[in-house]
């Protein structure tokens, strides 16, 4: 095992050995393996966005194993997704790829003020399916954000006892918060060090911009100077907000656009520090051949961070 994946898993000394143990399935599995940088494939978007919006502009991701095969010819470091997709390769692919269960999701057919994701897997189905985690969705700024939590909290004590790491994808939004100040820095950094306190081990978050959205942040922002002008510095201000940077924090890639604006933000997230990218319609709405290019170039940026 690499110095750097040692030191990673000696932040969470409170953790028994079989979640450490699947921590290092992540941190050393695929071509980023031991570098202590991770590249995730997630595809829970088939749920959250509807299938057509999310896979007709590349028809063979309609089909579950087409991920699996994606994730595991690039080399990324683990495969996450919802019950139904990964109940359809799990079987086929066990073993090839450290696999992550995402527990809650949300659909497009309805969408009120306050989002609330439902539960829709257990950990006992990520035992069941060879899992090294659970991933699990909240929303700070949410009036239900508090069910979030409770939720959270109690599949992460479930979760670890029976050795499973966990992943919180935290995403700001919701009518305590305009849709302007979703990735404004003071609410990203804020919503990372909520993931860290619910006791997440990875942390997905959206890269942040440089507007501060809260009048009571502004001024401590202003009045320490904090910088924040490249996304270079901004990633490294939510990395200090995740417990100074003794948690892991990765970014999410977004919707689908042109390659080199993509690489531009993930080379600004390297040159911060950030752990890696989770990047799921920028790789598999596009052909097979296309998806590995650039996912390899995304890794070697990552790469030569390390």
């Known amino acids: 095992m690499s110095k750097r994946v040692r030191e990673i898993l000696s932040w ?11 921590l290092a399935r992540i941190l050393n599995h695929g071509r980023l393996g031991g570098s202590g940088k991770l590249v ?9 966005h509807g299938p057509a919006r999310s896979f007709a502009k590349n028809p063979q991701s309609y089909d579950p194993c087409y991920h699996f095969e994606l994730a595991i010819e690039t080399g990324c470091n683990a495969y996450a997704a919802p019950l139904g997709f990964l109940e359809a390769g799990a079987a086929e692919f066990a073993g090839e790829i450290p696999t992550i269960l995402k527990l809650n999701n949300s659909d497009a057919l309805y969408s009120g003020p306050d989002p609330c994701p439902a539960l829709t897997g257990s950990v006992a189905d990520a035992l069941r399916l060879g899992c090294a985690a ?42 305590g918060i305009r849709s302007a100040g979703e990735t404004a820095l003071d609410v990203v950094a804020y919503a990372a060090q909520i993931a860290a306190q619910l006791g997440a081990h990875i942390i997905k978050v959206k890269p942040p911009g440089e507007n501060i959205e809260q009048d009571a942040a502004r001024k401590v922002y202003e009045a320490q100077s904090i910088p924040r002008e490249t996304l270079a510095e901004r990633v490294r201000h939510v990395l200090q907000a995740a417990f100074d940077g003794r948690r892991i924090v990765i970014f999410s890639g977004g919707a689908a656009r042109g ?39 995304i890794m070697d940026i990552y790469a030569q961070s390390a």
């Open 12 to 22: 969470y000394g409170s953790d028994n050995p079989g979640v450490r143990m699947n």
């Open 40 to 48: 995730i494939l997630p595809v829970d978007q088939g749920f959250e």
């Open 134 to 175: 659970i991933g699990f969705t909240i929303y700070p700024g949410s009036a239900l954000r508090s069910e979030m939590y409770q939720q959270v909290r109690a599949l992460a004590e479930e979760a670890k006892r029976c050795g499973l790491a966990v992943v919180i994808w935290s995403y700001p939004r919701g009518s």
């Open 259 to 297: 390659v080199d604006a993509l690489l531009e933000e993930i080379t600004g997230i390297a040159e911060g520090g950030g752990f890696g990218s989770i990047i799921g319609r920028n790789s598999f709405q596009r052909p097979k051949p296309e998806a590995i290019q650039l996912l390899h170039k």
